[in-house]
């Protein structure tokens, strides 16, 4: 099948977040399974410096506001996708440095909606065929707000190809208004309860919604929830107007990058893929947590045999990742046990900075570092034994499951692709070796405490916590699953 994937981001090129390494890996994992994926970029400026052999396929001229836009269609190669990478290039709209949707002052473009809708209007050209190649395609695959309007334009067109639109999180919906609908020229039609009119203002989520023919987001459970006014965002009345049209298929890891056995960013690689390793991933994993311990200046002397547990936590310092949970339970944390925690992240101000007094008050048991790095984010995963994630909401998740992996039982909220990835701990599925993880229920700092509290003491059991990392670290958390799981969408 063909299927053309229409993103605003992807990893290696340009990433912001889960949407960048989905549009990433996802085509690969469907390549392989024999579909034919080819993936439509915007041509920011960090793209174009990333690709090679250049080559302009054809171009259109489409309406933008005030002006007739010159959108050129490029070729780019890159190793893992070949020559199968496109980019719609108009200078004006997306020759900029940096982040894909807000300036260095941190705001959003002010011309989002007009840079969107080119981009859409610029793929729905595509959908009929790429130009120069016989190349047309079976579906058109878009994703978020960006792309909304994708399967809008594409409505118009006859014969046109499937559309399915993925929402990755519902958080960002692509608000407009009434005279930005107006001054890019949509068809007035669309302005109605039905179409793309939302509380008043025009809203790019919602178009992704109503014009596509299958909607899917992240995970299963976060499926459900969207479709509850305490997830919906206002959202919900439409979600749930689609039936089962609306279904959730769990994202997957990349497993080259994040495998214990072989990551580079660790002191000692440790696993379970075979019999001897087996014996061994323990120590290994010890080595990991000592050699943290000292480059976050902790105290690791005499931790020879692992005694203190280490906890870690690694994201978006923001209201959605419950940092505030972790924050209110450190102190009694720190004064009940001999834990010590590490904490990885940049956000909102208030939080760093009472990340940072917390960690001045606590200096021999917290250590935060406050900003992005890729190294520390393996280091924690691998050196830590608990890994915390107590997220208000979270459409699927990477870290807990990168976390599985390396080993590292998460503390979760029960709650979208958390609670699709971790099982309970609970004495029944500890028996039937199935627990890989503490799940916990209500979003308060005494309910995340408690979890933590139910890990420390299976922690304190040697034979109990073994078995509870191993059957973490076995879960099948590729994207060959997703993948196939998508690919029976596309069948249907
Ligand atoms: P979200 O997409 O909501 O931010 P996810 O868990 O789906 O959350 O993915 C976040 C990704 O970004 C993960 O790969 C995580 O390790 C990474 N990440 C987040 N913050 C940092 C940081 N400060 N340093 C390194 N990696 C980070």
Known sequence: ????????????????????????????????????????????????ASVDSLKELGFWDLPGIGVTHRVRVLQAHQDELGDFLYLIDVPSLFDRPGNPYVHSGGFNWPDNAERFTVFSRAVAQLSKGIPGTDWVPDVVHSHD???????????????????????????YDGHFSYADFTSLGLPPEWWSSDHVEFYGGFSMLKAGMVFSDQVTTVSPTYAREICTPEYGYRFEGVLQSLGDKLSGILNGIDLETWNPETDSHLVQNYGISDAKKKKQWAAGKLANKQALLKDVALPYEGLAEGKAPLLGFIGRLVEQKGVDLVTSMLPELFSTTDAMVVILGSGHMSYEAELLSLAAQYPSRLHVHIGYSEDLAHQIEAGCDLFLMPSRFEPCGLNQMYSLRYGTPPVVNFTGGLADTVTDASDMALQEKTASGFVFHDVNADALLSAVMRGLEIYRQPERWKQLCETAMQQDLGWELSAKKYQELYNK
Do not use: C
Not at 32 to 37: F, K, N, P, S, T
Not at 145 to 171: C, D, E
């Open 1 to 48: 099948m063909n299927i053309l994937f229409a993103a605003s981001e992807a990893f290696p090129f340009i990433k912001t977040g889960g949407l960048g390494d989905v549009a990433h890996s996802l085509p690969i994992a469907l390549n392989e399974l024999g579909e034919d994926v080819r993936l439509v970029l915007p041509a920011y400026r960090d793209v174009l």
């Open 145 to 171: 707000w960006q792309t909304g309007l994708v399967s809008a334009f594409i409505s118009m067109s006859y014969p046109r190809p499937k559309t399915v639109f993925t929402i990755h999180n519902m958080a």
